[in-house]
């Protein structure tokens, strides 16, 4: 496609309800990346895949977050029993290598999760 | 301490004047820099990135580095209603994992 993109754009959930975001990266990117904004918050890190794997998912917040991606293509966050404060807006990135050595990550519209 | 400061704001500027950012950020060992604009509601929009101490110029946007004092900033020359909007510093923590600030946002009065 012709950006990245997420869905649903919003959500509404009853705290501990699980819940599924997805995201499609821009075509042949490898590098994607899932980042969690809150209300006056900067960008949390989450969890970063090149191609299949994920070789950091130092910023996941708890065990109740995890993430694949399969086909080096969509990923899939999913949220169990979700708690309010999960409550964000779920950003997902992508590139084509790794952002910092000059690669532009290019940022979806986000996920906005309000759990309820 | 957090690992990107930024004030945030609002920055309220007269159309046509120079919006001035500062950043500065905890980890001597980042290499790469970079400036988002995030308007209300919308994703993160990459506007200028810096990798050497000194200047970078592009367009009407002007980044500063300085390493020794850990310190990035963005002017924003001749402002535009349109540069409102909330401008994000984010530093590298790796090769591929960006530490970003809260954001500051700047608001251009017609």
């Known amino acids: 496609g012709a950006g990245v993109s997420q869905s649903p754009s919003n959500k509404v959930t009853e705290k501990g309800k699980d819940v599924e975001l997805r995201c499609d990266p821009i075509s042949g990117h490898t590098a994607l990346y899932w980042y969690r904004q809150s209300l006056g918050q900067g960008l949390e890190f989450l969890i970063y895949?090149?191609?299949?794997?994920?070789?950091?998912k130092s910023g996941l917040p708890s065990d109740r977050f995890s993430a694949e991606r399969t086909g080096g293509s969509v990923s899939t966050l999913t949220i169990q029993r979700t708690q309010q404060e999960d409550s964000a807006v779920y950003l997902c990135?992508?590139?084509?290598?790794?952002?910092?050595?000059?690669?532009?990550?290019?940022f979806g519209e986000g996920s906005w999760l309000t759990v309820v | 301490q957090k690992e990107v400061e930024q004030n945030s704001g609002p920055l309220s500027v007269p159309e046509g004047a120079i919006a001035s950012l500062n950043c500065t950020y905890s980890?001597?060992?980042?290499?790469?820099f970079f400036w988002y604009r995030q308007y209300s509601g919308k994703s993160p929009e990459l506007i200028m990135f810096?990798?050497?101490?000194g200047d970078k110029e592009d367009g009407r946007f002007t980044a500063q580095l300085n390493k020794a004092s850990q310190y990035v900033s963005l002017l924003i020359r001749d402002s535009q209603p349109s540069d409102s909007a909330t401008y994000l510093c984010a530093v590298n923590q790796n090769d591929y994992k960006l530490s970003f600030g809260a954001g500051t946002t700047v608001t251009v009065r017609a």
């Open positions: 895949f090149q191609g299949n794997s994920a070789p950091d």
């Open positions: 980890d001597r060992g980042s290499q790469s």
């Open positions: 990135a992508s590139s084509l290598a790794p952002g910092n050595s000059g690669n532009t990550i290019y």
């Open positions: 810096i990798y050497s101490n």
